[in-house]
């Protein structure tokens, strides 16, 4: 059985990724975002806004949500107990070519590993002229023994001066609880903000 919700107990199943330095890369591109994710690790490594760009200038960048260069690994599995041996998964991806367009109303791609006796696929789901997209977690034991603990799925994206909000913009960690979502200040996020947070995340003006 897993369970989502996290306890302060659970400080060790932070997620790690094996190493990806030789791993294929994968580039899902529609009509208003490019994405691209390591294939070994199943996790999304680079995220860019087609419709913005970080000036007005013809040759500006687009606006950049995770850079590859900075080596973040998000949308990750990790976990506790039983589970914790899925941090050490290394995937392999159904799809044939390294560029995707998705030109029809949706496109689906998975990504497959085995890891000690648990079968595990992430599904991701992308849609034509959408920003939201899917993500299916299907978790199988393949063993004859029960299995238990925790897992995770982290969105990742650290705290940067640089990209600090201002009175008119909220920028920094957010949590859902109680069928409230509240955001808390960076100075204050130690604090025990509640025990009965459902998930957390991080929020800019994008």
């Known amino acids: ?23 294929r890369y994968i580039t ?31 040759e500006s960048e687009y606006v950049s949500l995770l850079d590859i260069n900075k080596k973040i690994n998000s949308l990750v599995l990790s976990g506790s107990k039983d589970f914790s041996v899925i941090g050490e998964a290394t ?7 390294d560029n995707i367009v998705v030109n029809k109303e949706k496109f689906e791609i998975s990504f497959i590993s085995v890891v000690d006796k648990i079968q595990i696929i992430k599904k991701f789901v992308f849609y034509q002229d959408k920003y939201d997209f899917d993500c299916n977690i299907e978790l199988k034991n393949i063993s004859d023994a029960s299995i238990n603990g925790k897992v995770i ?9 640089e990209t600090k909000g201002n009175r008119l913009e909220f920028v920094g960690p957010v949590y859902f609880s109680e069928d409230e979502l509240t955001t808390v200040d960076v ?3 130690n604090s025990d903000v509640s025990s009965q947070v459902i998930w957390s995340g991080y929020e800019n003006k994008y």
């Open 187 to 189: 100075e204050d996020i």
């Open 91 to 97: 995937y392999k991806v159904s799809e044939n070519s």
């Open 153 to 161: 799925l982290s969105l990742s994206n650290f705290w940067s001066e």
């Open 1 to 23: 059985s897993a369970d989502s919700v996290v306890s302060s107990d659970d400080i060790d199943v932070l997620p790690t990724v094996p190493n990806q330095d030789n791993s």
């Open 28 to 58: 899902v591109e529609n009509d208003v975002y490019s994405a691209v994710f390591s294939e070994v690790t199943a996790s999304l490594v680079d995220l860019k806004l087609k419709k913005y760009k970080e000036s007005t200038s013809s």
